[in-house]
């Protein structure tokens, strides 16, 4: 199982909201609800800024990000703990 997880930093907030927008049979589902996520807050004109994941639910280590102000994506190397554009 994976979960697609939102995170905003709201401002004047302490810690980003987070919304948990949908736990998935596989990757691939996670991933492709967290771009259609992205889109919708692109076209939405926010000036706030958001950062998605794709993770194991409760999982501390995200498998997928992608955030708001940039079109790249990211995996984790778990041997290496970096960040790999894909």
């Known amino acids: 199982m994976f979960e697609a997880v939102e995170f905003t930093e709201v401002r004047g907030g302490d ?5 948990v927008i949908g736990t ?3 990757e691939i589902g996670a991933v492709d ?3 259609l996520a992205k889109a919708d807050f692109a076209e ?3 000036e706030d800024f958001a ?3 794709v993770r194991q639910p409760g999982a501390t280590l995200a ?6 102000k940039s079109d790249k994506e990211f995996v984790l190397d778990l041997t290496t703990g970096q ?4």
């Open 15 to 19: 810690e980003p909201d987070q919304r």
């Open 63 to 68: 498998q997928f990000i992608s955030d708001s």
């Open 33 to 35: 609800a967290v771009r």
């Open 51 to 53: 950062w998605w994941v």
């Open 24 to 26: 998935f049979a596989d």
């Open 83 to 86: 960040l790999i554009e894909v």
């Open 44 to 46: 939405s004109g926010s």
